[in-house]
């Protein structure tokens, strides 16, 4: 029956107090040349979903490809922790509600992920199962001298995938934050992503994973 009950949570450094994830909101098409390389159009409105609690993982642990996939992606994301409560947060206000900074994989069944868009289905399948989430520590937002520039960068097995900096995000954070708090109301423990720069491939059994983001660190984990 396996262990039940397991409690998923992330750690905020220094504080070294531990959060208990809540709902994982992720935000598609942020950035142009990502769009570009999947044959996207970039959306009017956000395009958002959400990864359940149980799709996390941590730094060490292994990502486990469905069966039912032959072409899962990794996505290097910048990850927000959520501190607080709050609904339809303004802008001006969001900074109030980040409890901290730290890198996520968005990993994605492409291949199912196509057949879903093709038939105009849900993603959860593509994006939602066990061990999709991959998530580091995280950083207090006072360690962040700014969130909308910093180096983001993805390496399979040493070698470089993806490249990026924040800076090229279509959305920023407090704009991410308002608008999915105006359809999500937003609790201590949820994670937002905020979307993959350019360069996402496929990854197979044995793969060894590091996502970076610049003064926040490194994330490193291995495919089954
Ligand atoms: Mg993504």
């Not at 001006?92 to 291949?111: H, K, N, Q, V």
């Not at 704009?175 to 720069?197: H, Q």
Request: hydrophobic residues 35%; negative net charge; charged residues 25%.
């Amino acid at each position: 029956m396996g262990v039940e009950n397991v409690m998923f949570t992330v750690r905020l450094q220094e504080s070294n107090r531990n959060y208990r994830i809540g709902k994982i909101i992720c935000l598609g098409r942020n950035y142009t040349e990502h769009i570009q390389e999947l044959g996207n159009e970039p959306s009017d409105d956000p395009i958002l979903f959400i990864k359940p609690a149980t799709s996390a993982i941590r730094q060490g642990e292994k990502v486990i490809i469905p069966a039912y996939s032959n072409d899962c992606h990794h996505e290097v994301e910048l990850a927000v922790l959520i501190g607080g409560y709050g609904r339809r947060i303004a802008p001006e206000s969001a900074a109030d509600f980040i409890a901290g900074y730290g890198i996520a994989l968005d990993m994605t069944l492409r291949d199912v992920q196509s057949e879903l868009k093709k038939k105009g289905l849900p993603w959860e399948v593509a994006k939602g199962f066990d061990t999709s989430c991959p998530l580091s520590d995280f950083v207090p937002p006072e360690r962040i001298n700014d969130p909308h520039d910093l180096g983001i960068s993805l390496y399979v097995n040493d070698e470089q995938r993806q490249a990026g900096n924040t800076s090229q995000m279509i959305r920023r954070i407090p704009e991410i934050i308002a608008y999915a708090s105006s359809i999500f109301t937003l609790e201590k423990g949820d994670i937002i992503l905020t979307g993959t720069p350019r360069g996402v491939s496929r990854v197979v059994s044995g793969d060894r994973l590091q996502a970076r983001i610049e003064q926040i660190g490194a994330l490193e984990v291995s495919v089954q």
